[in-house]
């Protein structure tokens, strides 16, 4: 996937959820926009390397949007948009190994008993169905080690209690997790953080649910799924 171009300059703070503060190259102080609901742990440290990309629609308030922010363990994609095209390009090019016998993919496809929407539907040519939900994990702990969700998320529940559905009608119920931090090797639920959606995919696990995780690498200009790697519960 191709980036944006993107400047350089060092995070000030991020505040308002949306919203944070960059010194740029020039010495100037802009506000840009946070693509990204999560607490952001490990990823909002003063003083750290962000990087920006600029838009030229003159009707968008912040015109800057944070996009990369480089830790000790890695750059970290922290716009969590990006996780989708990421996956999406991935299955295009039938790169996730247990989704490749699908030809047809539809993005944004409503869930089929209501509440909202799946990130993707994967077709095969015998008509078979798999209702595919992405998260974007971005939380470092230690040693490569990742989770998710990095704050409580009643959503994150919502789309593995959809998925459990699924596979109770009969279709595959996936979970993608993509690890948009570069230096994550391995991705866990959050206990701590968020103990309801644990033993929520605890139990999706158990009904049938797939999960996988895959890492991710970038270049500052472009940015891919290049791994698969471990999940563990």
Do not use: W
Not at 28 to 47: F, K, L, Q, R, Y
Not at 160 to 186: E, K, P, S, T
Not at 216 to 227: A, P, S
């Amino acid at each position: 996937m191709k980036l944006p171009e993107l400047q350089s300059g060092v995070l000030i703070r991020r505040y308002k959820r949306f919203l944070a503060d960059i010194e740029t190259q020039s010495g100037d102080t802009i506000t840009v926009h946070c693509p990204n609901t999560g607490a952001m742990t490990g990823c909002t440290e003063p003083g750290s390397i962000a990087y920006y990309s600029v838009s030229d629609n003159p009707k968008r308030k912040y015109s800057c949007t944070l996009e990369i922010v480089a830790t000790d363990a890695g750059l970290v994609s922290v716009n969590t948009g990006r996780a989708n095209a990421l996956v999406a390009e991935a299955l295009a090019q039938q790169q996730l190994a247990p989704l490749a016998n699908y030809a047809e993919i539809k993005a944004e496809a409503k869930i089929p008993d209501g509440g909202g929407r799946f990130d993707f539907l994967a077709c095969n040519a015998e008509g078979a169905r798999a209702y595919i939900e992405v998260k974007s994990a971005t939380l470092y702990i230690d040693a490569g080690r990742g989770a998710f969700p990095d704050a409580v998320s009643e959503r994150a529940l919502k789309h593995v209690h959809a998925l459990q559905r699924m596979v109770a009608a009969g279709h595959r119920g996936v979970l993608i997790f993509c690890a948009q931090h570069c230096g994550i090797d391995q991705v866990s639920p959050a206990h701590a953080i968020d103990p309801a959606y644990a033993r929520g995919l605890a139990e999706g696990l158990a009904a049938g649910i797939e999960v996988y995780a895959v890492g991710c690498t970038t270049d500052l200009h472009t940015m891919r799924i290049d791994r698969q790697i471990d999940f563990t519960i």
